[in-house]
């Protein structure tokens, strides 16, 4: 009876939040000329003519500035733009804001010391990385260790897209519980296991902000210290709580999370894995020597994920690789490996180079393996693609899928 009067009242709360959210008529209007000042939490991505800046006008408004490519502007920095915004309207229905070639300011001696700490840290490793490797495996490298997107060519871009693995090289919760489960593999010999669990969510903390904290970073970091203290206590409702709690409090914040992509693929992805996989890990013969395989735990884990968020990429994206589990199992389980030796890379060439040039040597092996899997996967056909799914369809989906969860783990 407790639980359902708070579940009432919180359910009431966000209920009221968003009412009067959507209800504020202080939204900019398309074409009208706006100017604020703001941030930048992620590095803009640089292309042949312009660069695209990542900028938040609002808890509505997140827009994307295209410049001209000089000045050159960075994570950390603080800009005042102005300009006339302009929305689109993508094929799932969603807007976009933008702003083209605006005013831009530079607002001196307003850095904070932190972030520009940070960027410092990221553009070493940057250069490091483009120094060690060739132009794709650095990317890619990049990418899966860090998030880092802005470096790497369109074209192969477009082949993880096409080959259904664009998730790799996102700061996703797999990357950040990864970081947390090697922190604390090494601290657990050193201290004692709520000391290590401690200091290893620290270090997912800091992990986010070296990654850039662009929204989709801090729901990562968010669901993956979650997903990483439910593992270390061995308490799944605990685990369940923290994740409702959590994605509750970001909406709370900022209702517009509710039509995020990312948001809706972080927290669906992190459900799956907390009551999909265990289904899979309880089933006898076939499923237990799959696990017992080499590749069988990263089946599971993107077979989980893959069953929790068909719809919405279908509903997003119009496309979805029949090649995606396929090329996912080839290619995740050296992601673990590239993770530790880029991240063991990074952080003795920011020490001494030579050192880190040296592991970031031993991963180019792995990165050619996952380059090659990748180009051939992208070239086959096999792509469904569907032009728009209804809400109903969705809602069925989960419906069918929460009762099927709901026979088999009763059984």
């Known amino acids: 009876m407790r639980l359902v009067i708070i579940g009432t ?13 959507y209800h504020n008529p202080s939204h900019p209007k398309d074409g009208e000329y706006v100017s604020f000042r703001t941030t930048l939490l992620s590095e803009p991505q640089v292309f042949d003519n312009y660069q695209r800046i990542y900028a938040t006008l609002d808890q509505k408004t997140k827009i994307f500035v295209y410049s001209s490519l000089y000045p050159e502007y960075h994570y950390g920095d603080t800009l005042i733009i102005s300009g006339n915004l302009k929305y689109k309207l993508l094929i799932n229905g969603n807007y976009i804001s933008s702003m083209n070639f605006p005013k ?8 904070n010391f932190i972030l520009a700490f940070i960027s410092s840290i990221r553009q070493k490793i940057i250069s490091l990385y483009q120094k060690s490797l060739p132009v794709k495996p650095a990317s890619l490298l990049l990418g899966i260790v860090f998030g880092i997107k802005e470096t790497m060519p369109k074209e192969f871009s477009d082949n993880l897209k096409m080959a259904g693995v664009m998730h790799v090289i996102a700061a996703s919760g797999m990357n950040v519980t990864l970081v947390g489960g090697f922190l604390s593999s090494i601290l657990v010999f050193l201290v004692r296991r709520q000391i290590a669990l401690f200091l290893s969510i620290i270090g997912i903390l800091f992990y986010a902000v070296l990654s850039g904290l662009d929204p989709s970073i801090v729901r990562a970091a968010v669901m993956g210290i979650l997903a990483f203290s439910a593992q270390i206590l061995g308490r799944q409702r605990l685990a369940s709580y923290g994740l409702f709690i959590a994605g509750y409090s970001m909406l709370f914040i900022s209702p517009s999370l509710l039509y995020d992509v990312g948001f809706q693929l972080s927290f669906i992805s992190t459900l799956g894995l907390l009551y999909i996989r265990p289904l899979f890990e309880r089933t006898d013969r076939v499923i237990k020597l799959l696990k017992s395989s080499i590749i069988g735990d990263e089946t599971i884990t993107t077979l989980s994920a893959q069953i929790s968020t068909l719809p919405i990429l279908l509903a997003n994206f119009g496309t979805y690789s029949f090649w995606s589990i396929l090329t996912n199992v080839l290619v995740l389980w050296t992601v673990p490996i590239l993770m530790i030796l880029g991240g063991i890379g990074a952080v003795l060439g920011i020490i001494i180079e030579p050192a880190g040039k040296l592991f970031l040597y031993l991963s ?3 990165l050619i393996y996952f380059e090659a899997v990748i180009n051939t996967f992208a070239s086959y056909e096999g792509i469904l693609k569907i032009e728009s799914i209804s809400w109903q369809i969705i809602l069925g989906y989960y419906f069918v899928l929460f009762s099927l969860i709901s026979v088999f783990k009763k059984n």
């Open 364 to 366: 180019l092996p792995l």
């Open 9 to 21: 009242i919180l359910l009431t709360s966000l209920f009221l939040r968003f009412f009067f959210f």
């Open 104 to 111: 831009i300011e530079a607002v001196k001696n307003s850095e």
